[in-house]
């Protein structure tokens, strides 16, 4: 089937009645914004659906649901835990396979803080209940679950936690946690927790604990995935070293010619030594470099290139992190909603860039604004001379060998 695939018009949550079994929210229409493709000649153009056809496309993070058109209306809508899948636009997207990191630090049923454990397991039974009734989305639990979602014209759907947060001081959560097809888990979000120290704390010196270690052990134990995509740089380290097997960050990039979700090439560089990948991430701005100050699919790229050329391009793939709906906007109503979080002295002010003069910022990331334009990753690579091997090591090949290594 290649990039095509069977769509039967299926909606999220069909099977209920709106407005009886659940409560209607003014949801993003597809395309939010309008759409942006690397433009190619003729020639590449051919060669584009010719390679999408043939190539495997791993999308190793994002959150591919349909936000409500006014950001306003997310904390209500979360703490009613039911979230609209966009299958209809996924089924244009070409992705073969999408890493689904869900949104559990704003699970608010029951805490303005996320991450509760009854709150974590409603969201993955509803998600799952939904996908239980229509025939586009697969629930992937190993490889083979993707080669078939490949052949079959469907998209295989990895369940992944961002952080290791609910299973709070109890490893057997875990083992829970995989058997209800959880794939890939983080070992901490921003904030620090019982595993490690996380990459948003004022002090990133905190590492790896002991409790955290006996979790990766676990985690290795049970084919359990592990991302150190919200560590900070030390616990990344450390966490690679403590691990049998290969683990992965989602979402990130580097932090040496970048500004936003980044880490320190020492980080990149242990990962692809012990067999690791870089799933380049983007999020809400983008990365954004001296030469690409606003977040774009050429910051993107410039990122890509940098992390081929200091980790090999087999131990680089993508994770963009991005949704439909208003990702920016998202922020603003996220990060607000804490309470009682002061600031401290010794925490680093955000870098950003300056942007020149004349230039506008879209606020959004052109060419990278929802899971669809990831194939852009791929026209980018196309325009600009890479080989179809290389191509789809980054978009694909890369995590598939990652994962046969990892999954049992």
């Known amino acids: 089937m290649g990039g095509k695939k069977k769509y039967d018009g299926y909606k999220a949550f069909d099977y209920l009645k709106p407005g009886f079994d659940y409560k209607v929210f003014d949801l993003v229409k597809h ?3 309008e759409p942006y493709y690397v433009p190619l000649s003729r020639t590449e153009e051919e060669r584009f659906q010719e390679l999408v056809e043939k190539s495997t496309l791993i999308d190793l993070h994002e959150h591919p649901v349909l936000w409500p058109d006014d950001m306003r209306d997310v904390p209500e809508l979360h703490g009613l835990g039911r979230h609209f899948t966009a299958y209809e636009a996924l089924s244009t997207s070409h992705i073969d396979c999408v890493f689904d990191n869900l949104m559990d630090g704003m699970s608010y049923a029951t805490s303005y803080s996320g991450w509760k454990w009854t709150d974590v397991i409603h969201d993955i039974g509803i998600r799952l209940s939904d ?13 083979q679950d993707i080669k078939d979602a490949k052949e079959n014209g469907k998209i295989a759907f990895v369940i992944a936690l961002e952080s290791a947060t609910p299973i709070e001081n109890e490893l057997d959560r875990i083992d829970v946690l995989y058997g209800l097809g959880v794939r890939s888990m983080g070992i901490c979000y921003s904030e ?28 290795n134990k049970l084919g359990l995935l592990i991302d150190v995509g919200h560590t900070n740089d030390r616990t990344a380290i450390e966490t690679i070293g403590a691990s049998d097997h290969p683990i992965y960050n989602s979402h990130s990039g580097p932090g040496a010619i970048a500004v936003g979700h980044t880490n320190g090439d020492e980080v990149l560089q242990a990962m692809a ?3 690791g990948v870089l799933g380049v991430g983007g999020a809400g701005q983008g990365l954004r470099t001296e030469k690409h100050p606003i977040g774009s699919i050429e910051s993107y790229m410039e990122c890509v290139e940098y992390c081929i050329d200091l980790m090999g391009v087999d131990h680089v793939g993508c994770g963009p992190d991005t949704l439909y709906g208003a990702h920016q906007e998202l922020y603003k109503v996220w990060f607000p909603r804490k309470k009682g979080n002061h600031d401290r002295e010794s925490r680093a002010p955000r870098m950003n860039w300056p942007v020149p003069d004349g230039a506008v910022d879209p606020g959004y990331v052109k060419g990278l604004e929802n899971p669809n334009e990831y194939v852009n990753i791929m026209r980018w690579m196309i325009k600009h001379g890479y080989g179809d091997g290389e191509i789809q090591k980054v978009v694909g090949l890369n995590a598939m060998g990652l994962l046969e290594r990892v999954w049992v």
């Open 131 to 143: 996908i239980a009734h229509q025939g586009l989305v697969t629930h992937c639990r190993n490889v």
């Open 192 to 219: 620090s927790n019982m595993l490690g120290g996380g990459m948003g704390e004022a002090n990133k010196d905190s590492g790896l604990t002991d409790f955290g270690y006996d979790a990766v052990k676990r985690m």
């Open 273 to 275: 030594e012990k067999g």
């Open 31 to 33: 395309p939010r914004v």
